[in-house]
């Protein structure tokens, strides 16, 4: 096609350019279909500008069978040709959907072009395979309607490679593999399509040679668009005639073509960025006061739509700092309790717990980060008014012995002023921690079905005296108590630090203990070793946040590994953040292992400095001397997510003892859409879509089960809504998809460029936290964000289905 006659507009609108030939009439194409339904037709398009493919004949006898394939009112009749005139013909108005079969090339005139486009404006349906990317070079709006091109170069040759299939829910892959493994000729884009159009499915680069143009971990390999009127599915598979003969290849066509035909509905637009919405929805504090956010630190929402969000204990840059422990004030904060009610558009400030919690900056025995760390609403919250908070009282702390008091305590909101009544608290359950030296407190908290509260604490240990490895040095102690050896907390059977505590809140402010846990509290060894029966997960280093999918009753957690930029020969992996899909009472490693049983070396008194033996993941002893727990304790179990400053999932080569070489020129990354640097790992949601919501503003139905996993920073760190398989969850199965949100999460220096939690509100609206831009501090950044959906419903709407009864 000459390249006078390429239309300016990818969306739509008659062509641009002067002395093209006019448009034709748009063929005729009923919308909606008479009653009783009609014949529903797909013209094949075969057309090559130089020899006619193979896979021509394969693919038109595919699409011929499926279209008798499913129950009588899916059906569908074909019609196949190469002559190009038929899109200047009425004709073409009697079609519901054109398959382009076609091999490259310009096969189409001006006017024929033209009379694609009108097809398309009348309310059509395209779909293209494979080297329908590369027909039409000339034209813009065929590249719309295609989504990407492709590199002048391909991948060699036929290669089995794993497509990721990222939607559940569309007709075209909903039926599909999540991991499927399949041989084609895959292709690479000059250009990526993520954000512009809906991917359906990414092809895993790392399980192939994509050779040269590799388009990285984001390789979209399916995907829609509703497109200039009607609707577009693109997929660059079937590039073999062996693939038209693959069960799950026509199954994956014909769900294409129930979406394009109009015999079914499908959401083409749930990954598209500019469907989506992200507004800022608190001001900046008044000079010297928090009355719009605290330092922010978590967020619960209520079943009416409040966003309640918490400040840890640092004030604004005005506030007084106390770091003498001789003075009374020392560490003295306020942690405050901020409600946004999406009615008025109005924050409250609902009131304030003084915590020790207000030190920032310095050095290791300066900064703090204790406070005011967790929030949750009961369950019967609208009704009682009860909130529990996770925190640190100033009241309770030991300026001598440098320790302090952890506690959860329920507290009673007015529900008719907001306000906090102090008065009101009722401690459930308190336990100490040492506040000689910062840090990793924790914080997170989250309820399942059966109103089992979960509690999320730091290991209390100092992230330095381990040259950023194991956190398991046994000799720095103050009066006493160990302050760098997590052996003592996370590893420790008897202690509440480093966990992940599962009570079960009564209504007189007591708690019981569920079936479950993983301790009893009754245990006991022949070293006098016990047990604490809150205990549900042990081995975890700093999760500020962890979540619940109600739906399943599964724990989500992340959290912060140590500080080691590489691995080591000697001490073991580098600095591991790391998120896990829990399904059952479990150890997660640390100190002793990390990632996928990574083990730390062992080291001990008298000289801390010299290195011990590698910890036998699978048969873990806490050897330290400040153990008062079981020494032989649970085995350590495998995460699912982990990453290091090099990427995702780093695993080496492992010796007859099962020891990883930790060479970093062995080292092979198993999840290359993840890169760390400066890392804080926080954990995210479980989407859930409500079908009976009336909200316009909720995420699609495509975001439902995807696990959102994130980090505080906003650089090349996580923000990605993962697939787990359910198989393979629970036991520490990889991803198996992953898929960016950047685009959606806005980054940047105007974004949430610190991320400090995130959940789903009941309107299906994502909230998020940005931090600031300081430490232990608020800043004008500092803000609660609202992320909601603008795209409107899935096509084609209801009244324009091919056949009425179809859905």
């Known amino acids: 096609m000459a390249a006078t006659a390429v239309t300016a507009a990818l969306l739509g609108g008659a062509p641009a350019v002067a002395g093209t030939a006019p448009e034709p009439s748009a063929p005729r194409l009923d919308l909606p279909s008479p ?82 486009e009108s097809y398309m404006k009348a309310g059509g349906g395209f779909l293209g395979i494979h080297d329908a990317a590369r027909t039409e070079p000339y034209s813009d709006w065929f590249t719309g309607l295609i989504g990407a091109r492709p590199t002048a170069t391909a991948p060699a040759g036929t290669q089995r490679a794993t497509v990721e299939v990222g939607d559940r829910t569309h007709p075209a892959t909903k039926d599909l593999p999540v991991q499927w493994k399949r041989p084609d000729r895959w292709l690479n884009w000059q250009t990526s399509p993520s954000g512009a159009v809906h991917t359906v499915a990414r092809v895993r ?12 971990w984001d390789h979209p390999v399916s995907w829609c668009r509703d497109y200039d009127g009607g609707r577009s599915f693109y997929t660059g598979m079937g590039g073999t005639a062996a693939s038209f003969q693959e069960a799950d290849f026509r199954t994956h066509l014909r769900g294409a073509l129930l979406w394009t035909t109009r015999l079914a509905r499908a959401d083409c637009q749930s990954t598209i960025t500019a469907n989506y919405r992200a507004e800022r929805v608190t001001s900046p504090n008044q000079p010297g006061q928090s009355d719009q956010i605290g330092e922010p630190h978590g967020l619960v929402t209520a079943e009416d739509g409040r966003v309640f969000y918490i400040g840890r204990g640092g004030g604004d840059a005005s506030a ?34 003084t915590v020790f919690g207000n030190k920032g900056g310095g050095d290791e025995l300066v900064k703090n980060e204790e406070g005011l760390l967790g929030i949750e609403l009961d369950p019967g919250f609208l009704s009682n008014g009860w909130i529990y908070l996770h925190y640190t009282p100033h009241s309770r702390i030991d300026r001598d012995a440098h320790m302090a008091e952890r506690r959860v305590s329920r507290f009673t909101l007015n529900q008719k002023t907001n306000k906090l009544d102090l008065s009101s608290e009722k401690v459930l359950l308190a336990w100490p921690v040492q506040i000689h030296s910062c840090c990793h407190a924790g914080g997170g908290m989250a309820w399942d079905s059966h109103n089992n509260l979960y509690i999320a604490t730091g290991d209390n240990n100092s992230s330095q005296f381990s040259d950023g490895y194991s956190g398991n040095n046994p000799a720095p102690n103050y009066k006493g108590v160990s302050f760098a050896d997590a052996r003592r907390t996370a590893g420790n059977t008897h202690n509440l630090n480093g966990k992940i505590l599962r009570i079960h809140p009564e209504q007189d402010g007591t708690y019981t203990l569920p079936e479950g846990n993983l301790f009893t509290g009754k245990e006991t060894d022949e070293g006098g070793g016990r047990t604490r029966g809150e205990i549900y997960v042990m081995g975890v280093r700093n999760p500020s946040r962890i979540s619940v999918d109600k739906k399943t009753d599964t724990l989500y957690a992340g959290w912060v590994g140590p500080d080691a930029g590489t691995p080591s020969t000697t001490w073991g992996p580098a600095k591991y953040d790391t998120f896990a899909v829990i399904t059952h009472a479990s150890n997660r490693g640390w100190p002793f292992c990390m990632g996928n049983e990574q083990p730390y070396r062992d080291r001990n008194l008298p000289d801390p400095a010299k290195p011990l033996g590698w910890y036998d993941c699978d048969h873990l002893k806490n050897e330290s001397p400040n153990n008062d727990g079981l020494v032989d304790i649970p085995p350590a179990e495998a995460n699912n997510i982990w990453y290091s400053p090099q ?7 492992r010796d007859a003892n099962g020891i990883p070489s930790y060479q970093l020129s062995e080292q092979k990354l198993l999840l290359p859409w993840l890169k760390g640097g400066g890392q804080a790992a926080m954990d995210g949601p479980v989407y859930r879509f409500d079908a009976d919501s009336a909200s316009k503003d909720k995420w699609p139905a495509y975001w439902d089960g995807k696990w959102f996993v994130g980090d505080f920073y906003d650089g090349d760190q996580p923000r990605h809504a993962v697939v787990m398989d359910p198989k393979t969850a629970g036991s520490g199965g990889l991803p198996a998809h992953a898929e960016s949100l950047d685009k959606i999460v806005p980054v940047g220096a105007d974004g949430i460029r610190n991320l400090m939690g995130w959940t789903f509100g009941p309107d299906g609206a994502l909230y998020a936290l940005d931090y600031g831009r300081g430490f232990f501090t608020s800043d004008p950044k500092s803000a609660l964000w609202r992320i909601s ?10 009244q324009q289905l091919a056949r009425k009864a179809a859905r």
Request: net charge negative; hydrophobic share 35%.
């Open 35 to 116: 009653p009783g339904g009609e014949q529903v037709r797909v013209l094949v398009f075969h057309a090559s500008a130089g020899a006619e493919p193979p896979t021509v004949d394969a693919g038109i006898a595919a699409i011929e069978k499926i279209g008798q394939q499913g129950p009588a009112a899916e059906h569908f009749t074909i019609e196949a040709t190469g002559d190009a005139s038929v899109f200047t013909t009425p004709r073409l108005g009697t079609f519901h959907a054109v398959v382009f079969l076609t091999g490259g090339g310009d096969v189409l005139d001006p006017d024929q072009e033209a009379g694609l």
């Open 320 to 353: 007084p700092v106390v770091i003498d422990w001789n003075d009374p004030g020392v560490g003295k904060g306020e942690g405050t309790v901020h409600i946004w009610d999406p009615k008025t558009k109005k924050v409250t400030l609902a009131g304030s717990v």
């Open 205 to 216: 680069e790392s399980s192939y040679q994509p050779g040269a143009g590799a388009n990285g």
């Open 789 to 798: 959906y603008q795209g409107g419903e899935p096509t084609p709407l209801p």
């Open 647 to 653: 990427g995702g999932g780093p695993d080496y080569p």
